[in-house]
């Protein structure tokens, strides 16, 4: 049988990098389009066709799409940061709406009929539910989920117009390694507080500082669900499975129905380091909401799906083993 094609914007990233090591061993052909704007080409599987190219640079990138016929396409880049869309609210309009916009437009004139897009729990914004579903109202409260969100619209709109299917996964707080310590967090202002933690435990920043511990939560500090990003990859192969036999338009939070706040993050870092990182309280982030947890019902049963990292332990210590190793990479 002949393998598939598919095509991954981002794959030099965190999470794109993962998602491209399971799909090679799963047997796929995959062309990787990255510009290394945040990615690392190390991060990169040497089996991946990889094109170091801008998604939205359409003379290259309908080089590629001219080259091979892709069966499904999976779009994570962008850019990332809250605090930097705050400041920067255009550049996150260009990146995450414009740029993919023109891409998938693109990838519409060269008949790629089927997507998976890499959303975020941040649209649905401020909210007293406890868990948050995907039939739950969106309200984002910064330009970086904003962008995002524009970008789902406008994927729902065209899925209408031009009878294309797409999946939207919306990833709630990412975190840990691969177990092989092939990919991990390589930025060096990453803003995800494993990764800060990590770089306290392992002596690359002197302090963790808490942003805000006056929060309506049990402990003042805020909540949020974190994911193996191993098991995410695993939730985009089955996606892709999906869509390749034809499943239809859907949309899917990704996390566990579980949340953690900052001070039991930091203590579960200090129980596996038998010792304990130093953190002050500093004041809140604009654009941070006070607790985020997934329902993760739909896409569990869709799939009967059971995740096989989900536990805050797991996180930590291949999140710990990847810092120490990331200045050898
Ligand atoms: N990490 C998280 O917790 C999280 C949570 C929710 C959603 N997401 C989404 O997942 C996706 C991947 O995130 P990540 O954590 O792997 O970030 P990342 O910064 O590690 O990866 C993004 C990759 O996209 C590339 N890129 C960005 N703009 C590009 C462009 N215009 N053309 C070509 N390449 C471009 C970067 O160089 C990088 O390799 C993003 O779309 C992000 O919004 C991430």
Same mark, same amino acid.
């Given at each position: ?79 990332? &940061? ?18 993919s916009k023109i ?120 909540? &949020? ?34 949340g953690y706040s ?22 809140? &982030? ?44």
């Open positions: 049988m002949l393998k598939k094609n598919i095509l991954v914007t981002g794959g030099a990233g965190y999470i794109g990098s993962h998602v491209v090591n399971l799909l090679i061993e799963k047997g796929y052909n995959i062309t990787v389009i990255d510009s290394l704007i945040t990615g690392s080409k190390k991060l990169v599987n040497k089996k991946a066709d990889f094109f170091i190219c801008d998604v939205s640079d359409k003379k290259k990138v309908s080089k590629i799409l001219k080259k091979k016929k892709f069966d499904v396409v999976l779009h994570f880049a962008g850019l990332i &940061r809250v605090d930097e869309s705050i400041k920067k609210p255009k550049k996150y309009f260009l990146f995450n709406f414009k740029k891409f998938f437009e693109n990838c519409i004139n060269h008949n790629i009929k089927k997507i998976i897009f890499s959303s975020t729990a941040s649209l649905y914004g401020n909210t007293k539910k406890k868990k948050i579903s995907e039939k739950n109202e969106v309200k984002p409260i910064n330009p970086y989920a904003k962008s995002k969100l524009k970008f789902e619209n406008y994927l729902v709109k065209k899925s209408k117009s031009h009878n294309l299917k797409f999946i939207i996964l919306r990833y709630f707080n990412v975190a840990g390694a691969d177990k092989k310590l092939r990919s991990g967090l390589i930025s060096k202002y990453s803003t995800h507080l494993i990764k800060v933690a990590c770089e306290v435990a392992t002596g690359k920043r002197k302090i963790l500082i808490v942003n805000g511990s006056d929060y309506n939560t049990p402990d003042g500090t805020p909540i &949020r669900d974190y994911i193996h990003v191993s098991d995410l990859a695993d939730i985009h192969y089955i996606c892709a499975k999906y869509l390749l036999k034809d499943g239809s338009s859907q949309i899917f939070n990704c996390g566990y129905g579980k900052v001070f039991e993050v930091i203590n579960a870092i200090n129980k596996i380091l038998k010792r304990k990182i130093p953190y002050k309280i500093g004041p809140r &982030r604009d654009g941070d909401v006070e607790q985020i947890i997934a329902d993760t019902k739909k896409f569990n049963k869709f799939f009967s799906w059971q995740p096989k990292n989900n536990s805050l332990k797991k996180i930590i210590n291949t999140a710990l083993a990847w810092e120490k190793i990331l200045e050898k990479k």
